[in-house]
């Protein structure tokens, strides 16, 4: 099934290598809010709330899983954040610190990495581990999420973004490949090993000056294998070591309650309740009612109704709700299949000027190959498009649809998200794609009266709700 993309979209739119080298330590973390070395056997004291608090927030775009390798949204990323913790985070003043990891050093090549895994973090206390009780986490562990990253059974985005790990590519490609388990002769990452119980080992192929970064992203979550389902699909029962655990699903909301035994002291609310998966009209409908705190990255249908042509909050709505702008932007993406032979039409797109879709200020900016040059007719030409549910991705690409009608070509979705030959464009990255727009646009937040102190960090989905204000008496 198909749908002709430019009228349907319109009425769907929100009405409202390495040898011997020394080694320089680089990090070491000494904050004090860890227990002592003598300490680290056991798990760090639990924190009790003195106040039981709930924030119950909405994200726009469905949260369809919570298995980091198989994320591809900032809404689904946030969660994950919430729930998973890696090797590394990145904070509020954009440097890497550690989290998992208690401390690294990177050899003067910067080819050899060697961290030292905390003795106190352990996983979220669930029934698939012996009594209930979350076990240590190993750098085994880490060993394991990084060799299924390269599973055939999974995307490759991640594997895409660890390329550069000594054999990461050789062992990806056998995966990929020789389909009889049996057949394939690579055991293991030649760049990934296991010192001792406490020791983990990254030899890179070439310099990665984004390692330590990407380390902290969410598709590189620590999890443990106890979590991954026999018939080995996604993960269903998210397990990690997280400030936040996942204490269920119901419907279209997530609840999540705050982890007692997190390893890093933390002040927080009690339970975040996450709606999802909603029109973007119906839960702003939900916000606007007082069923929900906050909504967060409200999709442009939303922020059109809401704000000024600059982004600030629309005056008649200054006494409902805050609107703040985050000091992050999201990317999406508008990639080009070059097997659908359609270049005709990509070549039309990236010869358009950045304002070409005249969208407000508060929407961001859009980016393309504007120095190239386009003459030729498109009339009678149909172009096919990747399905997507995405709100902010269908505001970008119903915006696309209505340009290339005024030019007299057909714009149809599919009814599929997968990238055949027949499929010329998707939001969605895939092997051997080309970007032809890059949608650059503002993370908002909108707050009911009494709630404050949600922040991000440099990245759309590194949310933190460390010492959020929740008043709702205001």
Request: with cysteine; glycine share 4%.
């Amino acid at each position: 099934m198909k749908f002709n993309l430019f009228s349907i979209l319109i009425l769907t739119g929100v009405l409202i290598s390495c040898g011997k080298s020394t080694e320089v330590t680089i990090v070491n973390d000494s904050s004090g809010i860890l227990p002592g070395d003598s300490d680290q056997t056991t798990r760090s004291e639990t924190i009790f709330q003195d106040d039981f608090s709930v924030l119950k927030i909405g994200e726009a775009n469905p949260i369809k899983t919570l298995d980091p390798l198989f994320a591809t949204t900032s809404s689904e990323y946030r969660v994950h954040t919430l729930i998973y913790d890696g090797l590394t985070k990145i904070t509020e003043k954009n440097s890497v610190e550690p989290s998992i990891a208690k401390k690294w050093t990177v050899s003067r090549d910067s080819l050899r990495y060697t961290f030292t895994i905390r003795e106190n973090v352990f996983y979220h206390n669930n029934s698939r581990f012996p009594s209930g009780i979350g076990r240590q986490v190993t750098p085994k562990d880490v060993v394991s999420n990084f060799e299924r990253m390269a599973s055939i059974l999974v995307p490759d985005n991640a594997a895409d973004m660890f390329s550069h790990i000594r054999g990461f590519n050789a062992y990806h490609s056998e995966q990929t490949y020789i389909k009889i388990p049996s057949n394939r002769t690579i055991k293991s990452i030649e760049g990934i090993s296991v010192t001792n119980d406490s020791t983990l080992v990254f030899l890179l192929s070439k310099k990665d000056p984004e390692f330590l970064r990407k380390l902290a992203h969410p598709l590189a979550s620590v999890y443990p294998k106890e979590s991954l389902p026999a018939d080995k699909s996604p993960i269903y029962e998210a397990i990690g070591t997280g400030g936040y655990y996942l204490a269920q699903r119901k419907n279209n909301v997530l609840i999540l309650a705050s982890n007692d035994d997190y390893y890093q002291e933390q002040n927080v609310p009690t339970r975040l309740d996450i709606t999802h998966g909603k029109k973007e009209s119906e839960i702003y409908q939900d916000f606007a009612k007082g069923e929900l705190d906050v909504l967060i990255e409200p999709g442009p249908g939303t922020i059109l109704q809401v704000t000024d042509p600059e982004g600030s909050i629309d005056p008649i709505f200054e006494s409902v709700f805050a609107v703040d702008q985050a000091q992050v932007k999201n990317t999406i993406t508008f990639y080009y299949n070059p097997a659908s032979n359609n270049q005709s039409i990509f070549s039309y797109l990236v010869s358009q000027s950045n304002s070409f879709l005249n969208f407000e200020n508060s929407l961001g900016e859009f980016k393309t190959n504007s120095n190239q040059t386009f003459s030729d007719s498109l009339e009678k030409t149909t172009v096919h498009i990747a399905y997507t549910d995405n709100p902010t991705d269908l505001y970008l690409i119903s915006a696309i649809a209505e340009k290339l009608t005024s030019v007299g070509v057909n714009s149809v979705m599919n009814s599929s998200y997968a990238v055949t030959e027949d499929v010329s464009f998707s939001t969605i990255y895939f092997p051997s794609s080309k970007p032809a727009i890059v949608w650059e646009f503002p993370v908002y937040i909108l707050t009911k009266p009494g709630i404050s102190g949600i922040t991000f960090s440099q990245e759309p989905w590194n949310i933190s709700f460390e010492n959020v204000i929740i008043n709702k008496n205001n």
